[in-house]
């Protein structure tokens, strides 16, 4: 399995719910990460995960709250979202070599948010 | 903080012309650089990292140091070829991928 899959693929939530976002690989990589994607806009990176441990949060808001409970999965835990955080939310992983160099990120479809 | 700039929005060329598509950063250590590809309803993918000094689809980019460029080019355009690209960087040994803000490249028939 090459891919990295993401699920759902939409998912409209109102702002008081609590959802969660899923993302799955099963190459090997030590690293996983979020991004999130508004129209027509660029990827921005959310959080780092490297061997299962959270190495960067790029001063994301407390009501997104990752989980990575093991090297295969990682999770956004979302709660009272706005609707500002309506977007395209984007899981990558890559191989995580330590040592040197940086890899590769392999990205999934994707899930569409909106928040009402 | 690293920083990339794609100056050029939508970039649009005629089937077998040449293509380039600018990418300038600002980093102050040493970068890796990428570009990535996102075909129509297709997922975010690589399409060549600076390190790797290989063609790609018949794309190539070198990295400049002096001029801070990663300029991606293709000596004769496909209709194929059109996507929104984005340069990224990294800097060494980090996973904090900043990308530019992407170039819409449209190739006519």
């Known amino acids: 399995d090459t891919e990295v899959t993401q699920t759902p693929k939409h998912l409209v939530m109102g702002m008081t719910n609590k959802k969660s976002l899923k993302c799955e690989q099963h190459?090997?990589?030590?690293?996983m990460y979020w991004y999130k994607q508004k129209a027509k806009k660029p990827p921005e990176l959310m959080f780092v995960?490297?061997?299962?441990?959270?190495?960067i949060n790029e001063s994301v808001p407390s009501r997104f709250s990752p989980e990575c409970p093991n090297s295969s999965l990682l999770n956004l835990h979302l709660h009272a979202l706005q609707p500002e955080d309506s977007a395209l939310y984007l899981c990558?992983?890559?191989?995580?070599?330590?040592?040197?160099?940086?890899?590769?990120?392999?990205f999934g479809p994707g899930t569409r948010l909106t928040v009402l | 903080a690293q920083r990339v700039t794609q100056p050029e929005k939508l970039l649009s060329v005629f089937k077998g012309a040449p293509v380039e598509l600018k990418c300038n950063y600002s980093?102050?250590?040493?970068?890796?650089l990428f570009w990535y590809v996102q075909y129509s309803r297709q997922r975010l993918q690589l399409l060549l990292r600076?390190?790797s000094r290989e063609s790609i689809k018949g794309f190539t980019a070198d990295l400049n140091k002096g001029e801070t460029s990663f300029h991606l080019k293709k000596p004769f355009a496909q209709e194929e070829d059109s996507a929104m690209y984005y340069c990224?960087?990294?800097?060494?040994?980090?996973?904090?991928?900043?990308f530019g803000a992407g170039t819409r490249l449209t190739v006519k028939p």
């Open positions: 990224a960087l990294s800097a060494y040994n980090n996973n904090d991928m900043r």
């Open positions: 980093y102050s250590g040493s970068p890796e």
């Open positions: 190459m090997g990589h030590r690293a």
């Open positions: 600076h390190i």
């Open positions: 995960y490297s061997y299962e441990k959270l190495s």
């Open positions: 990558a992983s890559s191989q995580s070599v330590r040592g040197g160099g940086t890899d590769t990120q392999y």
